[in-house]
Each structure stands twice: as structure tokens, then as C-alpha cells.
T-cell receptor, first 114, second 110 residues
Framework: DAGVIQSPRHEVTEMGQEVTLRCKPISGHNSLFWYRQTMMRGLELLIYFNNNVPIDDSGMPEDRFSAKMPNASFSTLKIQPSEPRDSAVYFC????????????FGSGTQLSVL | RKEVEQDPGPFNVPEGATVAFNCTYSNSASQSFFWYRQDCRKEPKLLMSVYSSGNEDGRFTAQLNRASQYISLLIRDSKLSDSATYLCVVRPGGSYIPTFGRGTSLIVHP
């Protein structure tokens, strides 16, 4: 099993540019989560998908952030336009959707917005 | 009050020591509890689930106190390789969405 795959591992961009983060969940998992981690705020849930449908996006900071899951094997998180305060590690995680099932995290994308 | 609170530490202990972390949660309807471990610059990984009666996995013991709304993690005979951040995770009843604490940093020194 390849695990949750995220790309890119690192992204450095300038303020105002569009950033797209990608995630491939574990095959057969029907729940997908995007988290953001910073020293100040820890791990924050951005959005949760179940069976490709966004269920809870209350953690998405503002309209500059959008997420899609066009099929069971792919999700994107887009920031447009990016700002320096978006600098963080963005994790994607998947699970099989039962309440006691563990989350499997990808290696994360380290985003730096200059 | 934050949903899940942890002492950030760091807890600095010698090899072989016993160390314990607590985590408090605010939602009394929470039903699932976990401890995750996160190494520096790595992703979080499940360490163990926490069951109502308490559970043990080798040197690690997890306990749940519903009345006081906290969970604990005890590590016996600490190893250098236990150095990491330990994240407390809580899921409200009926929800698939886990809430993570900010983590407790553990440093085990020779």
C-alpha cells in the first residue's frame, strides 16, 4: 500500500500567486481530510469529504481557499491569491469512514508564501 | 475553552524514566479518543486508541476519565526514540471529524 500521497512536498511562491496542493488517498478509503498545521495554531481541519462530497468546510479560512474531490482517488486544495499568512504545512489524511478508524496522513506540503 | 487542550511541554526526561501526559476535552458527548505521535517534520501517526476501561500497549498505557473529561498517556522506561510530539485526538459522538490537540513535546535524553 502506497499510503496517502501528497504533492508537492515543498512549495515556495510569491504573494498573490495561485497555489494548488494535491492528494491521492488510500484506495478504498471514503473519507478525506485537509488539515493545516502551524506552530501558533497546531493542526486545524480545513475541510472534510465523504464519498467525494464536501461535508464540513467550516474550517476553510476564507474565499481564497477552495477544495475539490472530483473522484475517489484525487483531491486538490487551491489558494488564490496566496498570502504570507498562508505559510504552513498542509496535510491530507484519509480513513475508511468508521468513527473508530484511524486517520492515515500524507507526508504534507510545506508551503512558504513570500 | 478550546475543544482539546494539552500542556505543550516540553517534558524533558532521562532514559528509563516514566512520564505521563494529560489531555482535557470540552465536549462531554465525545466518544472516540486517540493518541497520535508526530516526529519532527513528519506526519502524525496513530499511537493507540483509548478505550473506556483503559488499555496498554507495551510500555504505553492510555486511560480515559469521562467524569473529569480527560485522557492520559503513560510511558514507562522511556527510550531516546520516544522523543516526539504526542497529539491527543477526540471525536464527538456520531461525528467522523476528529479534533486534534496542539500536542505535548517529549524529549528523552541520555
Amino acid at each position: 500500500d502506497a499510503g496517502v500521497i501528497q504533492s508537492p512536498r515543498h512549495e515556495v511562491t510569491e504573494m498573490g500567486q495561485e497555489v494548488t496542493l494535491r492528494c491521492k488517498p488510500i484506495s478504498g478509503h471514503n473519507s478525506l481530510f485537509w488539515y493545516r498545521q502551524t506552530m501558533m495554531r497546531g493542526l486545524e481541519l480545513l475541510i472534510y469529504f465523504n464519498n467525494n462530497v464536501p461535508i464540513d468546510d467550516s474550517g476553510m479560512p476564507e474565499d481564497r481557499f477552495s477544495a475539490k474531490m472530483p473522484n475517489a482517488s484525487f483531491s486538490t486544495l487551491k489558494i488564490q491569491p496566496s498570502e504570507p499568512r498562508d505559510s504552513a504545512v498542509y496535510f491530507c489524511a484519509s480513513s475508511n469512514g468508521t468513527v473508530n478508524e484511524k486517520l492515515f496522513f500524507g507526508s504534507g506540503t510545506q508551503l512558504s508564501v513570500l | 475553552r478550546k475543544e482539546v487542550e494539552q500542556d505543550p511541554g516540553p517534558f524533558n526526561v532521562p532514559e528509563g524514566a516514566t512520564v505521563a501526559f494529560n489531555c482535557t476535552y470540552s465536549n462531554s458527548a465525545s466518544q472516540s479518543f486517540f493518541w497520535y505521535r508526530q516526529d519532527c517534520r513528519k506526519e502524525p501517526k496513530l499511537l493507540m486508541s483509548v478505550y473506556s476501561s483503559g488499555n496498554e500497549d507495551g510500555r504505553f498505557t492510555a486511560q480515559l476519565n469521562r467524569a473529569s473529561q480527560y485522557i492520559s498517556l503513560l510511558i514507562r522506561d522511556s527510550k531516546l526514540s520516544d522523543s516526539a510530539t504526542y497529539l491527543c485526538v477526540v471525536r464527538p459522538g456520531g461525528s467522523y471529524i476528529p479534533t486534534f490537540g496542539r500536542g505535548t513535546s517529549l524529549i528523552v535524553h541520555p
